[in-house]
Structure formats: C-alpha cells, structure tokens
C-alpha cells in the first residue's frame, strides 16, 4: 500500500495544491491528514475542499478541536485565538458540520498503522517526545505510529534514544517498529520554508520525507488581505 502523508495544512492553500502538483502522477491508495487542516491561513474552505475531492482520512487536530470547543481558546496564544475566531467567522457551516465528524485517529488494521495528530497516547493535544514516543513504540501493537502537531519532521525507530530529524531522506524500517512525525505542509516551523509531506509505501517498506517549494507569496498576500495576524504571514517565509 503507498500512501501520502499531509500535517498542520493549516488553511495554507498554495502549500497543499503544490504537493498534490509534484505527486499527480503517482497513485496513493490513501491519503491522510493527521490534524490541522485549519487555522493560520486564508482559505480553509478550499483546503477542505480539495482534501474531500481526493478523498483524503482527515483527523482532528487541536485547531479544530478548539474551533468546536472555544471556551478552550485561552490554551492558544493571541494570535492563534484571533486565527481561530477568523476560521469560525470564515468557514461554511457545511465545512463547520464537516469538521465536526473528524475522527480522533486514523488507523489501518492490515498494516498496523496508527496515526495521531498529538501522541499515541493523548491523540489531540500532546507533543510528542523521545520517552513517549519510546512507550508507545514499546506497549502499543503498532507497527507504524504516524503523528503531527510538532510542525519538526523526523524519526525514531524502536529501542532507540532520540528522535533522528531531517528534511528530505528515503529511510527502510525493515521489520522494526517505527514512529514518524509527519513534516507541516502548510506552516513549518524548522527554519525550511518549504512545504513538507511524506510517502509511506508498506510493500517496498520505505518511508520518503519530501520538501519542496511553492508560491509562499501568494500564501501570505491572502493572509495579509484576510485581515489575519501579520506574524502568520511572515513566519511563512522564514519556516519558524
Ligand atoms: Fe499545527
């Protein structure tokens, strides 16, 4: 099974139209989400829409669990409170309803694959760390643990002590058990401000984190234009 690995889209349109450019001639059995397809940027409308045309498993992230819960807003700092007033403002209530029947994971039986937008363990607003990522690798019956939310790709196998990170690499897992944190598509936040995504192919056994470039311009003129939080535009062009 190959399947496209997307994170923290975070509502950024022009980051995700990208991947989907670079990748138009592969063939995905799946594609999945793992949380924050909203907030940040300008169009979560078309964001959602694009991920329901390709039929993508989308799961909750912390964005939209605080969209549907605001009285939880104060864990945000403000301008991630001001972004997530401006998404509920914003979002068609089709897209509201949308959200609203996210599951909290993603999981395939077949290939003992978890993905979380947090961790294993708490799936919607942990970060996830070495030791935790160490007990869900040890006690839980997973081959293949996906998670976000960190916006830092990288890797730990099994029995190891610390978190590999990286940008762009092709890594085999043979038969050992693995945890990936899944780079942020439309907001990163390690100092490349390029667009992340990974390809996950469960017969070849090999896991690719990609990054590539796209129209971060245009990505921050609609925030700009969307009245958003300067901050939200700049950090696109820095990767903070
Ligand atoms: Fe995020």
Redesign the pocket.
């Known amino acids: 099974m190959k399947l496209l690995l997307l994170s ?1 889209i ?1 509502a950024n349109l022009e980051a995700m139209e990208a991947v989907f450019s670079k990748t138009k001639n592969y063939s995905f059995d799946k594609i999945v989400s793992l949380g ?1 397809q909203i907030d940040y940027g300008a169009n979560p409308n078309e964001v959602i829409a694009l991920l329901k045309e390709k039929k993508a498993h989308c799961i909750l ?1 912390n ?1 939209e669990y605080i969209l549907m819960y605001p009285e939880q807003l104060n864990w945000f700092n403000s301008s991630a409170q001001k972004c997530s007033l401006w998404t509920k403002e914003n979002l068609s209530k089709e897209n509201m309803q949308w959200i609203e029947k996210l599951p909290g994971k993603f999981i395939d039986k077949e290939n003992k694959i978890l993905g979380v937008h947090g961790t294993p363990f708490n799936p919607i607003f942990e970060y996830i760390d070495a030791g935790i990522a160490r007990l869900a690798l040890k006690e839980m019956n997973y081959r293949i643990f996906l998670t ?2 960190s ?1 830092l790709p990288g890797y730990i196998f099994e029995e190891e002590k610390q978190f590999t990170c990286i940008k762009k690499k092709e890594i085999t897992y043979d038969e050992k058990k693995i945890l990936i944190t899944v780079p ?1 598509c439309g ?1 990163p936040r390690d100092e490349d401000p390029r667009t992340g995504y990974c390809v996950l192919d469960t017969d070849e056994k090999f896991i690719k984190f990609e990054r590539i470039s796209y129209d971060i311009e245009k990505a921050a003129k609609k925030i700009r234009e969307a009245g958003l939080p300067e901050i939200e535009a700049e950090r696109l062009f820095s990767g903070f």
Request: no cysteine.
């Open positions: 923290d975070h924050d992230g964005h976000g939310h916006h942020s907001q």
